[in-house]
């Protein structure tokens, strides 16, 4: 697949925005997020980039990682409403993740993410009960963002890492990696 003609969705603050390169930053998932993603008429695959932190209280830190499935605790829907015309009303969400080339762009194996609502704030226990349930990280943008991007039958490279304070430059690196990939690709 070539990513250099994807779009880019940073909800971690890193990248900016720049229409011409396809690239948007925002703080966080919302209607405008849904809109940028359904007016796509052509090149419908996505790379995201979301924070995201750890299930393991015993290894709170987060590497950088790419998405190859995710569980989604939001108890949010973003389809819920009239059913938006480009896509069907329960999408298809299997094989909407491209991780094949996770240890290329990150150096680690493809991670299972947790969806929460926005904001929501949990403990040790309620960390430990989504690593339970098959879950590395917990993260509040790419699950939703997902399930509008298959709604529109797009395929996504979901990348998430740490938060700003605990290594600014992942965000970068594994893009600049990605545009690697996709001029070896052409």
Not at 12 to 27: A, Y
Not at 98 to 110: G, L, N, R, S
Request: charged share 20%; with cysteine; glycine share 6%.
């Amino acid at each position: 697949m070539n990513w250099s003609d994807a779009l880019v969705i940073d909800f971690t603050g890193s990248l900016k925005t720049d229409e011409n390169s396809r690239i948007f930053s925002f703080e966080r998932f919302d209607s405008k997020v849904m809109e940028l993603i359904r007016k796509q008429e052509q090149n419908k695959f996505g790379i995201i980039f979301d924070t995201a932190f750890s299930c393991d209280t015993h290894s709170p830190n987060v590497v950088p990682s790419l998405t190859k499935d995710h569980i989604n605790l939001s108890g949010e829907n973003p389809l819920i409403g009239p059913n938006f015309p480009g896509g069907e009303r329960f999408p298809p969400v299997q094989d909407i993740y491209v991780f094949d080339c996770a240890e290329k762009i990150t150096q680690t194996k493809p991670v299972i993410v947790a969806g929460l609502k926005q904001g929501k704030k949990i403990d040790n226990q309620d960390a430990q009960f989504i690593g339970s349930l098959g879950a590395e990280y917990y993260c509040f943008n790419a699950v939703p963002t997902m399930i509008t991007a298959a709604h529109v039958k797009w395929k996504l490279l979901s990348v998430v890492g740490p938060a700003q304070t605990q290594d600014s430059g992942w965000v970068k690196n594994c893009f600049d990696k990605i545009r690697q990939l996709a001029a070896c690709a052409k």
